[in-house]
């Protein structure tokens, strides 16, 4: 199930996925939250995939086949090294608005044909070789 989350599938989508009785997912997304220490996806996909090891030049690489502008390389690479900050905390880091944080986060995400954070977040560890299977 944490793949799944880690993955951006929303919670009926991991319900159909593992054939999980409408709802059951969120359910045992709490359980799994409880037990790992975190409270939102963006916490978990931190927990489960550290980006403090991956250096700086590897991310510019990888960020640079996706042909983003400056402010959206910002954006999106610190969505990668702090998943759990939300619109607002990003804002505050880079000093624009959360207006701003948001409609990057939408240009980000239809540059990589994807459809949230954490599917981008997702997109940009497999492209940098750096995801594992979660072993909680």
């Known amino acids: 199930m944490l793949n799944k989350l880690c993955e951006g599938l929303t ?9 999980l009785e409408q709802g059951s997912s969120h359910r045992t997304r709490m359980q799994l939250f409880r037990k790992m220490g975190v409270r939102t996806r963006h916490e978990a996909v931190a927990c489960v995939f550290p980006l403090n090891r991956i250096r700086q030049e590897e991310v510019t690489r990888v960020l640079s086949n996706y042909r983003l502008s400056p402010r959206e390389s910002q954006v999106l690479t610190l969505m990668l090294r702090s998943p759990d900050q939300d619109r607002k905390q990003i804002g505050e880091q880079l000093g624009i608005a959360t207006n701003t944080v948001r ?7 239809k540059k990589l044909g994807v459809q949230t954070r954490a599917e981008a977040i997702a997109k940009v560890l497999d492209d940098l070789g750096t995801r594992r299977s979660p072993s909680v």
Not at 11 to 19: E, N, S, T, Y
């Open 103 to 109: 409609l990057t986060v939408n240009r980000i995400n």
């Open 11 to 19: 919670f009926p989508q991991i319900d159909q996925a593992l054939g």
